[in-house]
């Protein structure tokens, strides 16, 4: 997994902006398709230099370079239900920000998210799931018992909460993170994707405005 010598490397506030544009793309349902030629394919076979890592929910509804508009070698992405984090996460998000020096890493949850939804009916009505399933419900519950801590009701506040929570935890977790951002390198962003009408709302965000 190179990384490309050919592609210019944006700071974190272009990359963040490209990434705002495109979205305002696909909520026009306008989308540009950049760099998916077969020329661009021919240029990444040299290596890949992203702008961008984005952890996220595996969910169909939210495919990440459509949602944002971007091509072929622009972002760098890891899905998991529930946008979960594991030791395999963990160290994706690690090659990203260090390996292949992307200057933008976004949390991304999003509307409908089954794995909240899952996990706010394991809390109220149980049962929890058994064998690997659990795993989400475990992950996801502290988010859901923060943001009803803080007096929210809803849903899509509990799936808010759980993005700020992930991106939270993986700046923690991954110490090279902060000193990234702390060197004006990195910009790091958490958001969550609405299905309705197609909108990336930024929920937090350091390193870029």
């Given at each position: 997994?190179?990384?490309?010598?050919?592609?210019?490397?944006?700071?974190?506030?272009?990359?963040?902006?490209?990434?705002?544009?495109?979205?305002?793309?696909?909520?026009?349902?306008?989308?540009?398709?950049?760099?998916?030629?077969?020329?661009?394919?021919?240029?990444?076979?040299?290596?890949?230099?992203p702008?961008?890592?984005?952890?996220?929910?595996?969910?169909?509804?939210?495919?990440?370079?459509?949602?944002?508009?971007?091509?072929?070698?622009?972002?760098?992405?890891?899905?998991?239900?529930?946008?979960?984090?594991?030791?395999?996460?963990?160290?994706?998000?690690?090659?990203?920000?260090e390996?292949?020096?992307?200057?933008?890493?976004?949390?991304?949850?999003?509307?409908?998210?089954?794995?909240?939804?899952a996990?706010?009916?394991?809390?109220?009505?149980?049962?929890?799931?058994?064998?690997?399933?659990?795993?989400?419900?475990q992950?996801?519950?502290?988010?859901?018992i923060?943001?009803?801590?803080?007096?929210?009701?809803?849903?899509?506040?509990?799936?808010?909460?759980h993005?700020?929570?992930t991106?939270?935890?993986?700046?923690h977790?991954?110490?090279?993170?902060q000193?990234?951002?702390?060197a004006?390198?990195?910009?790091?962003?958490?958001?969550?994707?609405?299905?309705?009408?197609?909108?990336?709302?930024?929920?937090?965000?350091?390193?870029?405005?």
């Amino acid at each position: 997994m190179a990384k490309a010598e050919n592609q210019t490397t944006l700071t974190p506030q272009q990359a963040w902006d490209a990434l705002q544009e495109g979205n305002q793309r696909w909520q026009a349902m306008s989308p540009a398709h950049p760099r998916q030629s077969s020329q661009r394919r021919e240029e990444l076979r040299e290596g890949q230099a992203p702008n961008v890592c984005v952890l996220a929910c595996s969910d169909s509804r939210a495919p990440i370079e459509t949602i944002f508009d971007q091509g072929l070698g622009d972002v760098f992405v890891i899905r998991t239900a529930g946008e979960t984090v594991d030791n395999a996460v963990l160290a994706s998000l690690e090659f990203a920000v260090e390996g292949l020096g992307v200057p933008l890493l976004v949390v991304l949850g999003h509307q409908y998210c089954g794995a909240v939804a899952a996990t706010v009916g394991a809390l109220d009505e149980g049962p929890i799931p058994e064998r690997f399933q659990r795993e989400l419900v475990q992950q996801v519950a502290p988010s859901v018992i923060e943001s009803r801590r803080k007096g929210n009701t809803t849903t899509d506040d509990f799936e808010r909460e759980h993005a700020l929570q992930t991106l939270k935890s993986v700046i923690h977790r991954i110490p090279v993170i902060q000193e990234l951002i702390d060197a004006g390198s990195l910009g790091v962003v958490g958001a969550r994707y609405r299905i309705d009408d197609g909108v990336v709302e930024k929920l937090a965000a350091l390193g870029v405005n």
